[in-house]
């Protein structure tokens, strides 16, 4: 009779749950497009998980420890896995990332007049010989020889590259100055001590853009286009980014500027004057010098890790490959470089390295793999009657949310309790936690909403669910 007394109270509850929900129909639990009405289930995806340390470091095949916050957790949590030194696999949750990440670099450059191309890998020899980068690179260069015995490199950058590109354009006019052209690429660089996961290795994704402009004074206006750009992505992405003075090294031309992330890791070092806001790595000052050469006032150093570089090249590269337009009075002038670089997997590395705890990933908002993951009831659980509420507040934030359609996760793995699921949501850090608990059994249903990045619980009807989400950034 006790049995008999509970399932009756349980099917209340549920016929409870159907009337709030009425007119919705019941969906299967696929990892397919939500575009045509399923579901992405956790249980489906991959992501190879090694959350023991003593397994991270046997996966890295090192003796020593693991001293980067960002490299130990994604390698922990399944964003990435070790392929050979310096290169990894990108799994799907840091591919979604990038994926965001592009989109985001891909609207700020076109904001500004940049067209996206795409350059081979692979770069003739004589290329880099023109210029002395062949041999002035060193060890650095990935070189190579194809079956007819001519050399290649794996492009570290694409200086040559582009700049041999438009001079074989006879037709420019400055009419169509200032060029910029850029792409998002892999780029190859032999590291000699790859460290730091994908803050530094062999092979890795970068934006580079190069600046084609009819005078020095378009130039430096471009150059200055770019950098506010750079400084537009970063705060987007809710990331504090010091523009600093830097070398041009091989690069070359007469100005450079790095985009630095304040990082007790970090492999630079660059000093900020708290008065003028001067700010410059720390290799162009003179030695032991310790006040601003603007103001004169104190200057503080700091760590940082480097993930943009602007250089102004003049006519460097230009004079080389004869890379030329057609002034206003049809005569032949040589074209006023610029290229500005942006580490696209230093930047998801650096950025998880300075907003992540210890132990828990966080993410810029708009990078997020998933912005949302719905974890139901324990299968067997008193709440376990609940479990078709959260299923059809799946349905209903991706219907009445459009910019969430293909962001909301559901945690399927009902075999776990929720707390177990909530910690690992913790350690992946969705930005947005939905738990069917036991206030999902009243009526109306309360759900249980964490906002990971602040510490915020609040508990919402499916309402206020969704107005709470509407306020969701996405890219």
Same mark, same amino acid.
């Given at each position: ?20 929900? !009425? ?7 696929? *990892? ?10 956790? !249980? /489906? ?6 959350? /023991?340390?003593? #397994? ?24 990435? *896995? ?11 949750? %840091? ?80 009419? #169509? ?17 790859? /460290? ?17 402009? !009819? ?182 934030? %991706? ?46 249903? *309360? ?29």
């Amino acid at each position: 009779m006790k049995g008999l007394l509970s399932r009756c109270r349980a099917l209340s509850v549920l016929a409870i749950c159907s009337h709030q929900l !009425s007119g919705s129909s019941p969906h299967r639990f696929y *990892h397919c497009d939500p575009e045509r009405g399923k579901r992405l289930v956790l !249980s /489906r995806m991959f992501q190879p998980q090694n959350l /023991r340390e003593d #397994q991270v470091l046997s996966l890295e095949d090192t003796s020593g420890d693991l001293t980067c916050k960002s490299q130990r957790l994604m390698l922990q949590v399944g964003l990435i *896995h070790p392929a050979s030194p310096g290169c990894y696999h990108l799994l799907p949750y %840091t591919v979604r990332a990038m994926e965001k990440l592009e989109r985001v670099i891909d609207q700020e450059m076109r904001a500004i007049g940049g067209q996206k191309v795409n350059m081979p890998s692979l770069s003739p020899g004589e290329l880099w010989r023109a210029t002395n980068r062949w041999d002035l690179m060193g060890k650095e260069l990935l070189r190579l020889r194809d079956r007819h015995g001519k050399e290649y490199c794996l492009g570290p950058t694409h200086e040559e590259a582009v700049t041999a590109l438009v001079a074989s354009q006879k037709t420019v006019s400055y009419k #169509q100055l200032p060029l910029l052209l850029y792409q998002v690429t892999r780029k190859f660089r032999d590291e000699p001590r790859p /460290r730091f996961g994908l803050l530094r290795g062999r092979e890795f994704y970068m934006k580079d853009m190069y600046s084609f402009d !009819s005078s020095p004074e378009a130039a430096r206006h471009t150059y200055g286009l770019v950098c506010e750009a750079y400084g537009s992505l970063f705060r987007r992405l809710g990331l504090r980014c010091i523009r600093v003075q830097a070398d041009v090294g091989s690069i070359g031309g007469t100005a450079s500027h790095e985009f630095q992330l304040p990082a007790d890791i970090g492999e630079d070092r660059f000093a900020v004057c708290s008065g003028c806001g001067f700010s410059a790595n720390t290799e162009t000052l003179r030695w032991l010098q310790t006040d601003c050469p603007s103001c004169r006032g104190p200057l503080t150093e700091a760590r940082g890790i480097e993930v943009g570089h602007t250089f102004y090249l003049g006519t460097k590269y230009s004079s080389i490959f004869n890379a030329q337009f057609t002034d206003a009075q049809g005569k032949p002038c040589l074209a006023e470089m610029g290229c500005y670089g942006l580490g696209v997997t230093r930047i998801l590395a650096a950025a998880i390295e300075v907003l992540s705890t210890e132990d828990c990933l966080r993410w810029p908002g708009l990078l997020a793999p998933y912005q949302v993951c719905l974890i139901p009831p324990k299968k067997g659980s008193k709440e376990e009657v609940a479990a078709e509420l959260m299923d059809h507040l799946y349905d209903l934030i %991706t219907e009445a949310l459009p910019q969430l359609r293909g962001e909301v996760l559901l945690d399927d793995r009902t075999h776990r309790t929720i707390g177990n699921r909530l910690k690992d949501a913790n350690k992946f850090g969705y930005p947005f936690v939905i738990i069917a608990g036991k206030r999902a059994l009243e009526d109306p249903a *309360h759900f249980e909403v964490w906002s990971q990045n602040t510490g915020e619980v609040v508990f919402l009807t499916r309402e206020g669910v969704t107005e709470f989400l509407s306020q969701v950034r996405v890219v």
